[in-house]
């Protein structure tokens, strides 16, 4: 970076260049941590049972948390119902996917 004086009011005004060799770095780096973290969240979504509440606010629940619940939502008291995880399975897979390929493909 420089670095030049404002003659109007003595501020200092800071010019960046970027390095596109360490921005490209920096973003593969960005990606491969969103893709760790996408695969977690697959495998946290393959291995457990979801339950939810009909009130949208009240959120999703693992088949444990349901169960000590005796099925009723902790938040608002309403019958909690099972959640097809399936639709969430399918667009992790595919966001996981295009990821790789874009990781493959730099």
């Known amino acids: 970076s420089e670095s030049v004086q404002d003659k109007k009011t003595g501020w200092l005004i800071f010019y960046w260049r970027i390095q596109e060799d360490q921005l ?3 973003i593969r780096a960005q990606k491969r941590r969103i ?6 969240r697959l495998e946290f979504e393959k291995e457990h ?7 949208n606010h009240c959120g999703r629940y693992t088949f ?9 939502c ?3 008291g309403g019958p909690l119902q099972h959640f097809d995880n399936s639709k969430t399975i399918e667009m992790l897979e595919k966001k996981i996917k ?6 493959e493909n730099e």
Do not use: H
């Open 24 to 26: 490209k770095s920096v």
């Open 64 to 72: 444990e948390e349901a169960m000590e619940n005796i099925f009723r």
């Open 74 to 76: 902790p938040k608002c």
């Open 35 to 40: 893709l760790e973290k996408l695969q977690v």
């Open 98 to 103: 295009e990821l790789k390929e874009e990781l």
């Open 49 to 55: 049972d979801f339950f939810y509440c009909n009130d």
